[in-house]
């Protein structure tokens, strides 16, 4: 019965990085599309090192948002 509801355990926990994993993704997809097509908030930059300057700021916001909502072991494991 233990290892039953471990292995329930186990599994939400996945699901729920795998959730928060594909979020993340999302959000990225979304920002390279915005910096390509220069819309939202890239539509300002006329030069493209800025746009993709301002696409680096936001992929690393982006990164820490994922890496608060995500436990810590999941982080050291995705980072090697």
């Known amino acids: ?11 939400a926990k996945y699901r729920d990085r795998a959730h928060e994993l594909q979020r993340t993704a999302d959000a990225l997809e979304r920002e ?7 819309v939202g908030r890239y539509r300002r930059f006329d030069d493209e090192r800025e746009a993709y ?4 700021d936001a992929v690393d916001a982006l990164r820490a948002e994922q890496a608060r909502r995500l436990p810590t072991a999941v982080i050291d494991t995705l980072g090697q």
């Not at 019965?1 to 599994?11: D, H, I, S, T």
């Not at 300057?53 to 680096?56: D, L, M, P, T």
């Open 53 to 56: 300057a301002e696409f680096a």
């Open 32 to 38: 390279y599309e915005s910096v390509e097509l220069r």
């Open 1 to 11: 019965l233990v290892a039953v509801a471990a292995a329930f355990a186990g599994y």
